[in-house]
């Protein structure tokens, strides 16, 4: 008989798998589209989700999951802000995207405590998880919360500075998905020769330059700037 945790599990899996999928869909697909579009808002969806569900699991099984609670937070809060990055002019928006951004803040705050509280333990790891692997999960918090600080107190917002804000925080979600597909939990379902074969680090690069190189293209981009409502 499946137990809540383990349908927790496998729903955390299968969705996480579709995430990447659809985020693979969106990422190559031509931006403003509508394959890009409905790709996208599948993508927030099952990666919204998946993180929660991952969150829960990091909760509920701290002693093998902890940083898997970490992730989640970060997950969930890249794809929900990055939804309201683009949508930061509408009213009611900032609001909302202010309470997410003190979120990744403080989640941020608790993966720099995690880290170097696992420095000092004597086998430098924390509930199964290296110092490294959390400070790895702040660094991305942390980037994001300098783009929160930006959208958040910058007196103008121009159009390409959202529309960068927006890929920024989707490439991180999906590249956590990856990384948890291939290089994390999900290499396991691959066989050893695979995972020795550094095959499996070929879909996170990829999306790390394909960000770089969308990013590049946003922003030298001459676009009006837009004040802040």
């Not at 137990?3 to 996480?16: E, F, M, Q, R």
């Not at 969150?55 to 898997?68: D, Q, R």
Request: hydrophobic share 60%.
């Amino acid at each position: 008989m499946l137990t809540p945790d383990t349908i927790t599990l496998i729903a955390h899996v299968l969705l996480g798998s579709l995430a990447v999928l659809l985020g693979a869909i969106a990422l190559g697909a031509r931006k403003g589209r509508k394959v890009h579009v409905g790709a996208g808002r599948l993508f927030v969806v099952s990666m919204g989700i998946a993180s929660v569900l991952g969150a829960v699991l990091g909760a509920l099984k701290y002693e093998t999951f902890w940083i898997t609670f970490h992730a989640g937070i970060l997950g969930a809060t890249l794809v929900t802000s990055g939804v309201l990055a683009v949508r930061i002019h509408a009213r009611g928006v900032k609001v909302w995207f202010k309470a997410i951004a003190v979120l990744n803040a403080l989640n941020a705050v608790a993966l720099f405590g995690a880290g170097w509280y696992a420095t000092t333990l004597p086998d430098g790891h924390l509930f199964g998880f290296a110092a490294a692997d959390y400070f790895f999960l702040f660094a991305m918090a942390a980037v994001v919360c300098g783009g929160d600080a930006r959208m958040i107190f910058g007196a103008k917002i121009s159009n390409k500075l959202r529309i960068a804000q927006h890929l920024l925080r989707m490439c991180i979600g999906f590249f956590i998905a990856a990384g948890s597909a291939f290089t994390g939990p999900g290499a396991s379902a691959f066989p050893q020769a695979v995972r020795d074969s550094g095959l499996l680090s070929l879909p996170e690069l990829t999306i790390v330059l394909l960000m770089l190189f969308w990013l590049w293209r946003t922003l030298r981009k001459a676009r009006p700037v837009v004040a802040t409502q």
